[in-house]
């Protein structure tokens, strides 16, 4: 079985309905950079936006090439956390609203728990080194 790179990695190629597919990152800039900051992702952009516990929106690139763009990074009470991105639950072309918040359904997913963490603590992880101001909460 061939060896998968990445938070998520499951199964194998022939698995996913991928025949033929190259189980080792390609040797490029981008996986140089990755592996000599010890990830698996590499930061792409980052859009500072704040509102509530959102501080902004980052774009990363996974060694497999998968490219995620609009990762909500948020912080509160000194605990930050990036979210896989999502799109709004619209009924009659507005955004629902579910038990006081605004709905919204995810378009991907991890399979678990802890693999949601590991890849939300990499992002954060990359945030700072990168903009290293960019998750300071704002005391009122």
């Keep these: ?3 998968l790179y990445g938070p998520g990695a499951a199964g ?4 996913a309905g991928i025949r033929n597919a190259e189980p080792r990152p390609a040797d490029t800039p981008l996986t140089r950079q990755a ?5 698996r ?11 509530n516990t959102l501080h902004g929106f980052v774009d990363v690139v996974l060694l497999n ?9 948020h912080v509160r ?13 619209l009924g009659d072309g507005r955004h629902v609203i579910r038990d006081g918040k ?13 693999l ?3 890849f939300s603590a990499a992002v954060v992880e990359l945030t700072r080194r990168a903009y290293p101001d960019a998750l300071d909460e704002v005391r009122p």
């Design 77 to 89: 009470g000194g605990r930050a956390w990036a979210s896989l991105p999502a799109r709004p639950v």
């Design 116 to 118: 949601a963490d590991e």
């Design 1 to 3: 079985m061939p060896t």
């Design 41 to 51: 992702l590499v930061l792409r952009d980052w859009r500072p936006l704040r509102r």
């Design 12 to 15: 194998t190629a022939t698995e």
């Design 102 to 114: 605004p709905a919204y359904v995810r378009s991907l997913a991890w399979r678990s728990r802890d």
């Design 35 to 39: 592996q000599a900051l010890g990830t």
């Design 65 to 73: 090439g998968l490219e995620i763009d609009d990762i909500a990074v």
